[in-house]
């Protein structure tokens, strides 16, 4: 149980277009997912936080604008980097927390394989 | 700022017991310790978590004394597919950043 579906694995795209990026809970229902972003030999870094049916928060520094999420159900959520430009190369990770009460393991993340985007 | 500490990296061999520390010297009542498993190039994997005292499942063990100060990850009888970054995470569920502060992890080489 707790699998975490990630869309796409790898995606090479020009400079200037838009890349949106899948991350599904399998076989659970997840009232909050997280978006990281993660550089070559370093650790994860959270982007945004994501609460079905409501706006993301983002973390200093991130833009909004930029990194699209939506969360549209208990299983699907979505980031679409816009416009994007070499520098947001990076590997993509998202997770899933279940969270239906304050228990430890509900508590626990379960994440997405990654998407490697590669901008031309 | 992430709330531990761990080796930079450890190496080891295969058939060989592996034991990684984690210092988490200001950990607050409500806090579980938990570690996470990282292979390149893919999402962590959820290993273990703890409060106190000796944690078992069918991958590791997880050793909490009593002051809670630090922990530490047993891995018994490594091969060489255990290589992979393992990172340690304090907080507490329910608190908005738990789990959600990655510190550098420990990065494990198992050799033949």
């Known amino acids: 149980g707790a699998v975490v579906s990630q869309h796409p694995s790898w995606v090479i795209c020009k400079s200037g277009t838009s890349v949106k990026i899948e991350c599904r809970s399998l076989?659970?229902?997840?009232?909050?997912m997280f978006w990281y972003r993660q550089f070559p030999k370093q650790s994860l870094m959270l982007m945004a936080t994501?609460?079905?049916?409501?706006?993301?928060?983002?973390e200093q520094g991130v833009e909004k604008d930029k990194f699209l999420i939506n969360h549209a159900s208990l299983t699907l959520s979505t980031l679409t980097v816009t416009s994007a430009h070499p520098e947001d190369s990076s590997f993509y990770i998202c997770?899933?927390?279940?969270?239906?009460?304050?228990?430890?393991?509900?508590?626990?993340?379960?994440f997405g394989a990654g998407t490697r985007l590669s901008v031309l | 700022l992430a709330k531990t500490t761990q080796p930079i990296s450890m190496d080891s061999y295969e058939g060989q017991e592996v034991n990684i520390t984690c210092s988490h010297n200001?950990?607050?009542?409500?806090?579980?310790i938990t570690w996470y498993q990282q292979f390149p190039s893919q999402g962590p994997r959820f290993i273990i978590q703890?409060?106190?005292?000796?944690v078992t499942n069918e991958v590791a063990s997880l050793f909490i004394p009593a002051d809670r100060k630090s922990s530490t990850l047993s891995l018994p009888r490594v091969s060489l597919s255990d290589t992979a970054v393992y990172y340690c995470?304090?907080?507490?569920?329910?608190?908005?950043?738990?789990?959600?502060?990655w510190g550098a992890g420990t990065k494990l080489i198992i050799k033949p």
């Open positions: 997770s899933a927390r279940p969270g239906l009460g304050l228990a430890e393991e509900w508590n626990i993340q379960y």
């Open positions: 076989d659970f229902q997840a009232t909050t």
């Open positions: 994501s609460n079905e049916g409501s706006k993301a928060t983002y």
């Open positions: 200001n950990i607050a009542t409500n806090d579980y």
């Open positions: 703890g409060y106190k005292t000796k």
């Open positions: 995470l304090v907080g507490a569920p329910g608190d908005s950043n738990y789990q959600l502060i």
